[in-house]
Nanobody, 129 residues
Framework: QVQLVESGGGLVQPGGSLRLSCAASGFTLDDYAIGWFRQAPGKEREGLSCISSSDLSTYYADSVKGRFTISRDNAKNTVYLQMNSLKPEDTAVYYC??????????????????????WGKGTLVTVSS
């Protein structure tokens, strides 16, 4: 059974940092690209970042470029999202998601939830003073 479990969310002050983790089970992580999405109340799910398993190429949405960094540790079957310089508008539930392919399914310059096949239940990130 394929499972993705996010952790590492919490309350952080503006300007602070958090590192999210996505632990995979039921499949070998290095066979799949992994992406991070977020969804704020009343808003659509937004694709933030993705890392391919084939060549470790990465994608970042403009909203997080330069502040967030995605990485993967295939030995631990885990993908990370390091988030720096957090802003109140980063407050959302964060999800890791996987397509059944090795390369990130970037379409029209964006990462879309409808191109993903597996996702976790999410972890809440709140940026507030």
């Amino acid at each position: 059974q394929v499972q993705l479990v996010e952790s590492g969310g919490g309350l952080v002050q503006p300007g602070g940092s958090l590192r999210l983790s996505c632990a995979a089970s039921g499949f070998t992580l290095d066979d799949y690209a992994i992406g991070w999405f977020r969804q704020a109340p009343g808003k659509e799910r937004e694709g933030l970042s993705c890392i391919s398993s084939s060549d470790l190429s990465t994608y970042y949405a403009d909203s997080v470029k330069g502040r967030f960094t995605i990485s993967r540790d295939n030995a631990k079957n885990t993908v990370y999202l390091q988030m720096n310089s957090l802003k109140p508008e980063d407050t959302a539930v964060y999800y890791c998601e996987a397509p059944r392919r090795r390369r990130c399914p970037v379409e029209d310059g964006r990462l879309h939830h409808y191109n993903m096949d597996y996702w976790g239940k999410g972890t809440l990130v709140t940026v507030s003073s």
